[in-house]
C-alpha cells in the first residue's frame, strides 16, 4: 500500500510541470489569437509559452510583444482596427488609404500616438505610382499586392509628398481619406464630430452643454426650429455652442470632387475665397439666411467652449491655452486631453478582448491601460499587449 501511495505521489509530481507548461501554452495561444488574428506556429508559440511560464511577472508582456511581430497584426488587426475611422459609414471593410497606412506605420514605429491628430506624418509604401493628393491608387496598390506593411511602410511627410502648406498640415485629419469623408459638402462639423467620435470616444451628445454661451453659432442654425426658440435653447445650443467655435479650424478645407472613389483632393484656401472675400471657405455661409444675425466665419481662429461647465472632465491640458488658429493647433488640443488617452485604452480592450469592459475589474483595468499608456510616451502597442495579457486566461 505504501508503494502504491509513493507511486502515485512521484507520478502528480511528474505531472505538474507538465499541466503548468500546458496552460502557459493555452495563454500564448490566446495572445497571439487576439493580436495577430491567426495562430502562432510552433516555434513561436514554444518561446511565448516559455516566456510566460519562466517570468509570470513581465513574460506574458514579453510573449504579447512577441505575437507583435507577426505581419498579420499590421495587416489585418491594426488596419481593422483603424480602418473603421477614416469614413462615415465607419466600415472595417473599407479599402487601404493613406489615414489608415499612416496609423499603423505610427504604431510600428511606436511614435507618441498623440501626433496623428497634429504632426506631419504621413506613410507610403513601395508600389507605384507614388501616393498623390489626388488618387487613393498607391494604398489601393498595396493592397491588391497583399504588401507586407509591417516591412513595405515609411515615413514620408504630407508637405513633401502632397505638397500641402505647412499651416495646413494636422496628421490624419488632413490626410487625403479623411478630407474626403469628412471636408466632402457640409459645414466642416463632420471632421470634428468623427474625431470626437474615433479619437475621444464621445459622440455630441456625450458633450452636449446647454450652459455654454452661443455667440458663436453660424446663420445655418435656426433659432426657432418649427417656429419654437425652445427647441434651440434646450437642444440645438447643446451641442452648437461647443462645436462651433471648434469647427471653426477647418474654415480653410474643403473636398473637390466624389465622396466615393480614388479621385479627387483636399483642397486649403491660402487666398480669399470669392464666396466670403476672405480665406474661409464658402460652405460656412450655407443656409445663412436661417438665422442672419448669426455668427459669420471670419478666420479660421478657434477656441474650447469645453474647458468649462461639465466638459471640463475631459480632462484638458492645463499647459494649453484652450484657443488657437488652424486645425493643428485643435488636433494638439484634443489629443492631449485624458480623454484621449483613455479612449485609446478602450478601443484597444475592446479590438483585443473582443467585448466591451463590464465590471469593476475591467473599469480598473482600463485605468492601469491608460495609465501605463501616457507613462510609456504614448506607445500604442504597450495599450495592445497590456489587454492581451490581461484577457489571456489563467
Known sequence: MQCYRGSVLVGLMLLLPLTGNANSRDQAQRIHNRLA??????????????????????????????AMEHPAFYNVTLKQFATPWTNENRDVFAPLNDYTATVIGA???????RQILYADLLYVGDVSP????????????????????????????????YGIPAEAVAGVLTSRAAAQAFFY???NRAMLRFTLMNHMCRDLEQVKDTSRPSD??????????GGDSRIFRNNCIGCHSGMDPLAQAFAYYDWEGEQQGDDGRMVYNTSNDPDTGTRVQGKYLINSNNFPWGYITPNDSWDNYWREGPNANLGWDPNL????????????????SDVFSSCQAEKVFQAVCLRKPADSDDTAQ????????????YRMKTLFADAAVYCMGD
Open 37 to 66: 488574428g491567426v495562430p502562432a506556429d510552433a516555434a513561436t508559440l514554444q518561446t511565448m509559452a516559455d516566456l510566460i511560464s519562466s517570468n509570470p511577472a513581465s513574460g506574458p508582456h514579453a510573449a504579447a510583444e512577441l
Open 107 to 113: 504604431i510600428r514605429d511606436d511614435v507618441d500616438f
Open 185 to 187: 459638402a457640409g459645414t
Open 321 to 336: 491655452s484652450g484657443s488657437g488658429n488652424g486645425a493643428a493647433s485643435l488636433g494638439r488640443e484634443l489629443a492631449q
Open 130 to 161: 507614388a501616393a498623390a493628393a489626388d488618387s487613393n491608387e498607391h494604398y489601393r496598390n498595396l493592397e491588391s499586392r497583399h504588401a507586407n506593411l509591417k516591412e513595405v511602410l515609411t515615413p514620408s511627410s504630407q508637405i513633401s509628398q
Open 366 to 377: 482600463l485605468a492601469s491601460m491608460t495609465s501605463h499608456f501616457k507613462n510609456d510616451n
Open 216 to 225: 458663436r453659432i453660424r446663420q445655418d442654425v435656426s433659432r426657432s426650429p
